[in-house]
Protein backbone atom coordinates (compact mmCIF):
# COMPACT_ATOMS: atom_id res chain seq x y z
CA UNK A 1 0.00 0.00 0.00
CA UNK A 2 1.43 3.29 -0.67
CA UNK A 3 0.68 7.07 -1.67
CA UNK A 4 -2.73 7.90 -0.85
CA UNK A 5 -4.42 5.00 0.12
CA UNK A 6 -1.31 5.06 2.88
CA UNK A 7 -2.29 8.21 3.94
CA UNK A 8 -5.77 7.47 4.53
CA UNK A 9 -4.85 4.63 6.90
CA UNK A 10 -2.60 6.76 8.71
CA UNK A 11 -4.85 9.31 9.15
CA UNK A 12 -7.40 6.80 10.30
CA UNK A 13 -5.28 5.22 12.85
CA UNK A 14 -4.71 9.11 14.54
CA UNK A 15 -8.62 9.40 14.46
CA UNK A 16 -8.71 5.69 16.26
CA UNK A 17 -6.15 6.77 18.80
CA UNK A 18 -7.90 10.23 19.37
CA UNK A 19 -11.21 8.18 20.18
CA UNK A 20 -9.45 5.90 22.29
CA UNK A 21 -7.64 9.58 24.75
CA UNK A 22 -10.36 11.61 24.26
CA UNK A 23 -12.74 9.77 26.85
CA UNK A 24 -9.64 8.88 29.23
CA UNK A 25 -8.54 11.87 29.42
CA UNK A 26 -12.28 13.33 29.90
CA UNK A 27 -12.10 11.63 33.31
CA UNK A 28 -9.45 13.93 34.34
CA UNK A 29 -10.08 17.05 32.21
CA UNK A 30 -13.85 17.09 30.74
CA UNK A 31 -13.46 20.27 28.66
CA UNK A 32 -10.22 18.88 26.35
CA UNK A 33 -10.95 18.77 22.52
CA UNK A 34 -8.67 16.62 20.14
CA UNK A 35 -7.62 16.84 16.88
CA UNK A 36 -5.02 15.45 14.20
CA UNK A 37 -2.13 17.61 13.82
CA UNK A 38 -1.50 19.57 10.49
CA UNK A 39 0.27 18.01 7.92
CA UNK A 40 0.50 15.19 10.36
CA UNK A 41 3.23 17.08 11.92
CA UNK A 42 4.86 18.20 9.07
CA UNK A 43 4.86 21.63 8.80
CA UNK A 44 6.64 24.70 10.26
CA UNK A 45 10.74 24.59 11.64
CA UNK A 46 11.06 22.48 14.66
CA UNK A 47 10.94 25.58 17.01
CA UNK A 48 7.30 26.77 15.58
CA UNK A 49 5.83 23.19 15.93
CA UNK A 50 7.67 23.49 19.34
CA UNK A 51 5.76 26.52 20.69
CA UNK A 52 2.45 25.48 18.99
CA UNK A 53 2.79 22.33 20.98
CA UNK A 54 2.03 20.27 17.41
CA UNK A 55 4.73 18.35 16.14
CA UNK A 56 2.82 15.20 16.53
CA UNK A 57 0.66 13.31 15.06
CA UNK A 58 -2.19 14.50 17.62
CA UNK A 59 -3.15 17.90 19.25
CA UNK A 60 -5.03 18.77 22.21
CA UNK A 61 -6.11 21.42 24.67
CA UNK A 62 -5.37 20.06 27.36
CA UNK A 63 -2.27 22.15 29.39
CA UNK A 64 -1.98 19.38 31.31
CA UNK A 65 -1.04 16.28 28.93
CA UNK A 66 2.57 15.23 29.47
CA UNK A 67 2.87 13.52 26.11
CA UNK A 68 3.96 14.30 22.36
CA UNK A 69 1.74 11.46 20.37
CA UNK A 70 2.92 9.87 17.62
CA UNK A 71 0.57 7.29 15.50
CA UNK A 72 1.95 4.70 13.26
CA UNK A 73 -0.70 2.23 11.37
CA UNK A 74 1.49 0.03 9.37
CA UNK A 75 2.14 -3.74 8.54
CA UNK A 76 5.78 -5.45 8.07
CA UNK A 77 6.32 -5.94 11.58
CA UNK A 78 5.68 -8.87 13.93
CA UNK A 79 6.05 -8.55 18.10
CA UNK A 80 8.93 -11.27 18.09
CA UNK A 81 10.86 -8.28 16.11
CA UNK A 82 9.86 -5.74 17.87
CA UNK A 83 10.93 -7.58 21.29
CA UNK A 84 14.16 -8.59 19.64
CA UNK A 85 15.20 -4.86 18.74
CA UNK A 86 14.27 -5.51 14.93
CA UNK A 87 12.19 -3.80 12.78
CA UNK A 88 10.57 -0.44 11.73
CA UNK A 89 9.18 -0.07 15.50
CA UNK A 90 12.61 1.21 16.52
CA UNK A 91 12.79 4.01 13.95
CA UNK A 92 9.30 5.36 15.01
CA UNK A 93 10.38 5.48 18.27
CA UNK A 94 13.32 7.24 17.26
CA UNK A 95 11.52 10.03 15.63
CA UNK A 96 9.10 10.16 18.35
CA UNK A 97 11.42 11.09 20.70
CA UNK A 98 12.78 14.00 18.01
CA UNK A 99 9.32 15.41 18.07
CA UNK A 100 8.84 15.13 21.69
CA UNK A 101 12.03 17.04 22.51
CA UNK A 102 10.47 20.13 20.07
CA UNK A 103 7.61 20.39 22.24
CA UNK A 104 9.21 19.27 25.62
CA UNK A 105 6.89 17.01 26.00
CA UNK A 106 7.17 13.05 26.51
CA UNK A 107 7.46 10.67 23.62
CA UNK A 108 4.89 8.61 23.39
CA UNK A 109 4.17 6.32 20.23
CA UNK A 110 1.25 4.16 19.33
CA UNK A 111 1.68 1.64 16.65
CA UNK A 112 -0.41 -1.09 15.31
CA UNK A 113 -0.82 -3.38 12.44
CA UNK A 114 -3.99 -4.29 10.80
CA UNK A 115 -6.27 -6.89 12.83
CA UNK A 116 -4.17 -6.25 15.72
CA UNK A 117 -4.37 -4.49 19.23
CA UNK A 118 -2.82 -1.12 19.62
CA UNK A 119 0.44 -0.92 21.72
CA UNK A 120 1.87 2.29 23.13
CA UNK A 121 6.01 2.87 23.67
CA UNK A 122 6.20 5.52 26.60
CA UNK A 123 9.43 6.16 28.51
CA UNK A 124 10.83 2.72 30.77
CA UNK A 125 11.61 5.60 33.58
CA UNK A 126 7.31 6.46 34.10
CA UNK A 127 6.67 2.24 34.98
CA UNK A 128 6.91 3.54 38.70
CA UNK A 129 3.46 5.13 38.07
CA UNK A 130 2.43 1.85 36.89
CA UNK A 131 3.44 -0.10 40.27
CA UNK A 132 1.02 1.63 42.44
CA UNK A 133 -1.75 0.73 39.72
CA UNK A 134 -0.11 -3.37 39.69
CA UNK A 135 -0.71 -3.08 36.10
CA UNK A 136 2.03 -4.40 33.99
CA UNK A 137 3.57 -3.33 30.19
CA UNK A 138 3.96 -6.30 27.86
CA UNK A 139 8.09 -5.78 27.25
CA UNK A 140 10.01 -3.67 30.37
CA UNK A 141 13.65 -4.40 28.16
CA UNK A 142 16.82 -3.41 30.42
CA UNK A 143 19.76 -1.22 28.52
CA UNK A 144 21.87 -4.47 28.21
CA UNK A 145 18.89 -6.56 26.24
CA UNK A 146 18.67 -3.83 23.55
CA UNK A 147 22.66 -2.86 23.70
CA UNK A 148 22.77 -3.38 19.83
CA UNK A 149 20.00 -1.62 19.58
CA UNK A 150 19.37 2.10 18.41
CA UNK A 151 16.59 3.28 20.71
CA UNK A 152 17.62 6.89 20.56
CA UNK A 153 18.11 8.63 24.39
CA UNK A 154 15.46 7.02 26.34
CA UNK A 155 14.76 3.23 26.80
CA UNK A 156 11.25 2.61 26.32
CA UNK A 157 8.40 -0.64 28.12
CA UNK A 158 5.99 -1.67 25.41
CA UNK A 159 2.37 -1.28 26.74
CA UNK A 160 -0.72 -2.75 25.50
CA UNK A 161 -3.15 0.36 25.26
CA UNK A 162 -6.00 -1.38 26.54
CA UNK A 163 -4.19 -1.79 30.29
CA UNK A 164 -2.19 1.71 29.34
CA UNK A 165 -6.05 3.56 29.38
CA UNK A 166 -6.97 1.84 32.53
CA UNK A 167 -4.74 3.46 34.65
CA UNK A 168 -6.45 6.75 35.79
CA UNK A 169 -5.42 9.43 33.22
CA UNK A 170 -4.84 12.06 36.47
CA UNK A 171 -1.73 9.65 37.43
CA UNK A 172 0.16 10.81 33.82
CA UNK A 173 -1.02 14.97 33.99
CA UNK A 174 1.67 17.33 34.21
CA UNK A 175 4.04 14.16 34.10
CA UNK A 176 3.22 13.92 37.47
CA UNK A 177 5.26 10.45 38.24
CA UNK A 178 8.66 12.59 37.22
CA UNK A 179 8.22 12.87 40.78
CA UNK A 180 8.51 9.35 42.14
CA UNK A 181 10.87 8.12 39.97
Known amino acids: M ?26 FDPTTKWARTPGSGGWGTPESRGA ?11 TAWPFDVEVKRREGWTDTAMIDGKGPVWGWWRQCQQSARETGREPMLWFRRSRQPWRVFLRADIYPIALATKEQPLVLWNECELRRVDYGSALP ?25
Open 2 to 27: GGRASKQKGSRGELEVISLLEPWWAT
Open 52 to 62: FKAAGDIMTTS
Open 157 to 181: ECWAASTLLGIKAERFAYGVWRDTV
